[in-house]
């Protein structure tokens, strides 16, 4: 009988012991607001800014974020299918999309970071860099628009096509002298390669590339768009985007579907925070709040001694 005993409290403390080293591993593994580990899925057309951001956040703190870049539809289909957890979208959820989290009993925490805008590019041997909204909506319905052999996009799910689309009220699909790539890198590399051919990319990657895409960059010029409702042309600047001038302008957002206090809530911090949101304003797009900018008003001026 004390033999049986002893086999049954052994038997328990193992279990106790296996429970315990159990929790410990998970709550290891479990990341927090500004420790641990956590994947970001990004939207392609917007990297450049990302990385900026995470590599700061990672000086900064025990982080460690691991980016993959897909396009928007990828990204989306990724959090509905509970594969990601967190992501940077150029839009917010949709009624529809939000409606899904909340049937999971997942509350996605959204929060806007920046503007960024759609780019239009062409070959600089072609001196016009002027492009109207009509231009586009005119080449889209199989019209010729001078200047405009072909419009070459990222990717057929991308945010750009997207927002185009949303735009031009037009479906945009492969068709005659209408491409679609895989990646914002591919589309300069070919538009800097053909002449007549009208990139649609992110702007990031104009004002941030790579240092082996910088040579393709300086082959080709960004144009300026004039809108619907407008008679003037206007470049993607950093000027005009804060005062809304440019018409191709869209919000950055981070959403965060941990659903505890991890990394997804510190980076979401760290980019609507001082040290993100000048990172934001340096990178040439438009911080969601304009950082604080330090006055120091001396009552007398001292000479310098020779």
Known sequence: ?????????????LMLLFFFSCQKKNNES???????????YIDESILPIVEDEQAVFETQYNAKLHLVAKSENEVLNSMLNDTAKIAVLT???????????????????ITPFATDAIALVRNKSVNDTLISVQNIIDFLNGKEVQG????????????????????TGLKIENQKNIFSLKTNQEVIKYVAANNGMVGVIGMNWIY?????????????????????????????????LASEKYPLARHLYIINCQGYSG???????????ERGQRIILKSG????????????IRNSITKEKK
């Open 1 to 13: 009988m004390k033999k049986i005993t002893k086999t049954v409290i052994g038997f328990l403390l």
């Open 148 to 167: 405009i052999k072909g419009l070459v996009f990222d990717n057929a799910n991308s945010s750009t096509v997207r927002y185009m689309s949303d735009l």
């Open 91 to 109: 839009r917010n959820l949709s009624a529809k999309e939000l409606k899904a989290f909340q049937s999971k009993k997942i509350n996605p925490r």
């Open 30 to 40: 479990l990341d927090t607001i500004i420790e641990g580990k956590a994947t970001l």
């Open 208 to 240: 941030q590339p790579p240092l082996d895409l910088e040579e393709d960059v300086n082959k080709v010029a960004v144009l300026a768009v004039k809108g619907m409702k407008s008679q003037e042309y206007v470049a993607p600047t950093q000027d005009n």
């Open 285 to 296: 797009l438009v911080p969601e709040r304009m950082p604080s900018r330090k006055i120091v």
């Open 263 to 273: 990394l997804g809530m510190g980076f979401a911090s760290f980019l609507a925070g």
